[in-house]
């Protein structure tokens, strides 16, 4: 029988290897916390299981912070626009309850997309910047980037035997936002990048497009009709439609709706055979 260890360990090595434990575990604010905690369930006579839950609940939120900044620094917004700072007085024809529906995020549930159409400072950038915000608040994978950006970097992807990579990259985030589609015209090549971005995203995830541009003028925008009427058609099977410009209204499955879009873009040069 040894007299020098003790049958029972001090309350001063219980408390070391507590702190121990809790940094094995790597949950460093759970043991940065453990000695106010410990001397709150004193002084408030907390029952072992209320400290436990306290301490607990430290590290979750300390978790949840570190993951949002994580899922927002991915997003890369472009602002710190947000939903909030949106003025619904000043933005006309956008109906309230429907940007109030919206930030709920419940369309990304339903793979829905979102067109944002309408002139240049009409807030369409501010509305998809709060969106993916929201998105990102609320769990979601999402990525912010411009038409311009994306073919850019799915060129650079062609070049340097990259392009699997790059695709998978682009399906990845649950909201994909693509600014600013129409202000430059893209190169065909560029528009069969953004075609397939879409096309493989598409009754899978969403995305929210912004275009000053009417989806008449898209043959334009992308140098082809047929392209033109096969990204319309993907995008606007599922999707909300807000015109910036004036009336808002919405698209569910509407097929009609999107018949009638995909002839006014073929119209504008030859029609489809
Ligand atoms: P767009 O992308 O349509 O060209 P932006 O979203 O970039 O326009 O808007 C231009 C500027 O005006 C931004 O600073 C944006 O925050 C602001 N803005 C536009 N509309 C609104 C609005 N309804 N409420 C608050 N800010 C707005
Ligand atoms: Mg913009």
Known sequence: MSTTTPMTASPASTYQQLRTHLATLKLTTAAEQLPAVLDAATTEGLSLTAALERLLALEVDATEARRLAGRLRFASL???ATIEGFDLDAAAGVDPALIGELATCRYLETATNVLLIGPPGT?????????????AEAG??????TAADLAARCHRAAIEGRWAYTMRFFAGPTLLVIDELGYLPLPAEAASALFQVIAQRYTK???????????????????????????????????????LDGDSYRLRDHHARTDTLRRATTGTRRPLT
């Open 123 to 135: 807030g369409k950038t501010h509305l998809a910047v709060g969106l993916a915000r929201k998105a």
């Open 140 to 145: 979601y994978r999402t990525y912010f980037t």
């Open 205 to 243: 995830t969403s995305i929210i497009l912004t275009t000053n541009r009417g989806v008449a003028s898209w043959g334009e925008i992308l140098g082809d009709t047929t392209v033109a009427a096969a990204m319309l058609d993907r995008l606007l099977h599922r999707s909300v439609v807000l015109n």
């Open 78 to 80: 472009p602002s710190p």
